[in-house]
């Protein structure tokens, strides 16, 4: 016989059918075992069996994400991309197709009739299918932190009773933040032909990093040019080891994401791609920094040609919203060899000079070269009593200072990297030293 909430359970149906532009909200793990579920319910069968293994699904899809229904929801429509989405980051509402329009805002009423539907109701109809006592899932709304902004638009649209006079504000959100993969993520890697987003970036701050002020400030006005939308230059980060290259290019991700800037890591091995990946930035509104760590190449390498081109450019015009951000322990990026310089006798190359200064001379491509020195004493000391004082350490100076200097002679040499694993290794041996005590 047909379960009870029969039409309801239809009518839902039916608004998830009817997506035009936002089909893909329900495409996910989650989206799927909803669909199936309401299908099974829909069902005359003996004892509920599809209801109870579907209803386990869905339960079971929302447990992995410790998310509610209407949370899922929501985050999936605030990082959707579609036509509607991706033409609304780029072009007030008023100026969009009047149809493009009326299918966002058809496809807005269906999802608020989805989101309406409780948790609560769909476990009463899998107990009336089934006879059996059912737990509707348990988890309450809470602010979803891989998602920007997402508290404030969450209440705006529970209090609204009809979500198409959301429009304006949702256009907006994508305008800010983003649609797809860049709203969700801050930092991406490249990877296997794709974007993939990293779920826990590096969480370094810029105040957490001292020793190297001048680089700091050289590149946090370099990147707020980028931000503001004027021609910023692509940079590069030379100097010794541990030095704190990489952290304060990280730094800038925490600094800035809410502005709209993303981080894309990519690898060396994968530089030849460079070019298809700025092209997949150029009509994206938020700003990129595309990172490369440890930078260096062969002599026949093709990655060193594909970055040659973002730098200097080709026939294809510059994308404004594109920075390249390199660290390398070589001046020269290019391994050159004493073989390959020219002599007099040679009677090979004519120009052989200018080959070895086309290598020579890469680093100037990048529009601004920032020097990485080796820590001294001092510098090395000032990065250890400021981590100290932000971990929290109580050490007096005379002690912490003289471990600290014990510390650099045993391990790494004095550098930001040894000082960071100074104290950690500190904070770990004074809280077991003080819980023993």
């Not at 699904?57 to 036509?83: E, G, H, V």
């Not at 969700?184 to 105040?207: C, H, K, N, S």
């Not at 230059?233 to 800035?256: D, E, F, I, M, T």
């Not at 904070?427 to 030293?433: A, K, P, R, T």
Request: glycine content about 6%; some cysteine.
């Amino acid at each position: 016989m047909a379960t009870p909430g029969t039409t309801s359970i239809q009518f839902l149906q039916r608004q998830a059918a009817s997506l035009l532009l936002y089909q893909s909200v329900l495409s996910g793990e989650v989206g799927e075992a909803f669909i199936n579920l309401l299908q099974a319910l829909c069902k005359s069968e003996p004892a509920g069996l599809n209801c109870l293994y579907a209803y386990g699904r869905w339960f079971k899809a929302l447990a992995a994400r410790s998310q509610s229904w209407q949370d899922y929801l929501l985050t999936q429509i605030l990082t959707n991309s579609n036509p509607f989405t991706q033409q609304a980051q780029l072009a007030p509402v008023k100026d969009l197709s009047p149809a493009l329009i009326a299918a966002a805002v058809q496809d807005l009423q269906a999802l608020q009739s989805l989101y309406q539907c409780r948790s609560e109701q769909l476990s009463n109809w899998v107990q009336a299918a089934s006879q059996l006592p059912i737990a509707p899932t348990p988890w309450h709304q809470e602010q979803n932190l891989e998602v920007q902004d997402y508290t404030s638009l969450r209440e705006k649209l529970q209090h609204l009773n009809n979500w198409a006079d959301a429009i304006e504000d949702l256009a907006a959100y994508y305008r800010q933040f983003g649609t797809g993969v860049f709203a969700q993520y801050r930092a991406l890697r490249w990877q296997l032909d794709e974007l993939v987003g990293i779920t826990y970036p590096d969480p370094i701050q810029l105040t957490e990093l001292v020793g190297y002020e001048s680089q700091q400030e050289a590149i946090v006005k370099n990147t707020e040019f980028l931000l503001a939308g004027y021609p910023a230059l692509h940079v590069l980060l030379y100097g010794s080891r541990g030095s704190g290259k990489s952290s304060l290019v990280k730094g800038l991700l925490q600094q800035y994401s809410h502005r709209g800037l993303r981080l894309i890591e990519v690898a060396k091995s994968d530089l030849k791609d460079l070019p298809l990946i700025v092209e997949q930035l150029r009509a994206v509104p938020q700003k990129f920094i595309i990172f490369v760590d440890d930078l260096s190449f062969e002599d026949d390498d093709d990655a060193f040609k594909a970055l040659k081109v973002v730098l200097e450019g080709s026939v294809t015009a510059r994308s404004q919203n594109v920075v390249v951000y390199a660290t390398s322990n070589r001046r020269h990026l290019i391994r050159e060899f004493f073989g390959e310089r020219p002599r007099p006798s040679d009677g090979d190359e004519v120009h052989a000079w200018d080959t070895v200064q086309e290598k020579l001379s890469f680093s100037d491509r990048f529009g601004l070269t920032l020097t990485f020195e080796p820590a001294n004493q001092e510098t090395y000391l000032k990065i250890v009593q400021h981590l100290a004082r932000q971990s929290g350490i109580s050490l007096n100076e005379e002690e912490l200072k003289y471990r600290a200097l014990q510390w650099a002679t045993r391990h790494n040499g004095r550098s930001g990297r040894t000082a960071r694993q100074f104290i950690d290794f500190l904070q770990g041996d004074l809280s077991v030293f003080q819980s023993n005590s």
